[in-house]
């Protein structure tokens, strides 16, 4: 499973090496190179019944900590099929020793369940107003609302995409209480369908209120394809190619009031291979079809940005 997550590393299961005071096993050794240095990592695997053992507590981490500097390893991780105690975490997190559980679906081997506190919102989607500009803006001022779904391109219902945008930029930004206005602007003029004539536009946008934001929280249960879970940094991380998240016991209706939004930042400080989810349930969605990214590709890339500065 480690080579899922560097295909580069040379893995060593079951390795005796001489250390300081007598030989000394690795359960698994890593070595590979990172940024042009040699690196070894040094795997301690706990496979403990957790209901007859508990969770793998602090000596287990004192233990690695002494092995990773007689071994001299540069890396040091501890793995358990049953998660850890929180002097252990404490200790790990201290010494930047990693603890990890690997999630893999359908794998019996495989014990641990992940049960991690997520919060999620509940946002309505109030008045909208739609802007064009371009040399052909005028044919569409004044226009009634149920009519605005028939501006496409390339077949495709063009504030359809915009609303699917507005979303994208709610679920980013969770300091977004109020109102707010997103504006994107084509690489050059670009003419557009509507209601069977061509229409040539420089930008869109819309402007949007949102009326009622209700933030929750609720316990769930996270397992994925293939993936590591860090209990220092509380996050997933994944291998290279097709992978599949999975969050369990998620239910909108059911999660717990919170009186003011958590301070999350979405996208912030992720590692390599990590992956951040915002959860939002929005009420009033108009869309009339799903959207079509191919606007992406007209639009200057600055405005396609989903995160807005404070």
Not at 175 to 194: G, Q, V, W
Not at 228 to 236: A, I, S
Request: glycine share 8%.
């Amino acid at each position: 499973m480690a080579q899922a997550f560097d295909p580069n590393a040379k893995v060593q299961v079951g390795e005796w090496i001489e250390g300081p005071d007598g030989r000394l096993d690795m359960d698994v050794s890593l070595r590979g190179t990172v940024d042009g240095t040699t690196t070894l990592a040094v795997i301690e695997c706990k496979d403990f019944d957790v209901a007859k053992t508990g969770k793998v507590g602090r000596p287990f981490v004192d233990a690695l900590d002494s092995k990773r500097h007689d071994l001299k390893a540069d890396i040091a991780l501890i793995c358990s099929n049953s998660g850890f105690t929180q002097d252990a975490l404490n200790k790990a997190r201290r010494k930047g020793i990693g603890a990890i559980s690997v999630l893999a679906q359908g794998d019996e081997r495989v014990k641990i369940v992940i049960e991690q506190e997520i919060y999620f919102r509940r946002v309505a989607l109030g008045e909208r107003r739609f802007e064009y500009r371009g040399p052909d803006h005028h044919l569409l001022s004044g226009i009634d609302i149920d009519d605005l779904p028939k501006l496409t391109y390339n077949g495709h219902s063009v504030n359809s995409w915009i609303e699917w945008r507005i979303t994208s930029i709610i679920a980013a930004n969770p300091h977004l209480t109020s109102s707010f206005t997103a504006s994107f602007k084509f690489i050059s003029p670009t003419e557009f369908d509507f209601k069977g004539q061509k229409v040539v536009l420089q930008s869109v946008s819309m402007w949007i209120s949102l009326p009622k934001v209700h933030w929750y929280s609720q316990t769930v249960q996270l397992d994925a394809r293939l993936a590591m879970y860090d209990y220092v940094r509380g996050r997933l991380r994944f291998g290279a190619g097709r992978n599949e998240l999975l969050i369990k016991g998620i239910d909108f209706d059911k999660g717990t009031p919170l009186d003011a939004a958590p301070n999350i930042e979405r996208g912030l400080n992720l590692q390599s291979g990590e992956l951040d989810v915002a959860m939002v349930y929005f009420e009033g969605m108009s869309m009339t079809e799903n959207p079509t990214p191919s606007l992406d590709a007209i639009v200057i890339p600055e405005d396609l940005e989903v995160f807005l500065p404070r």
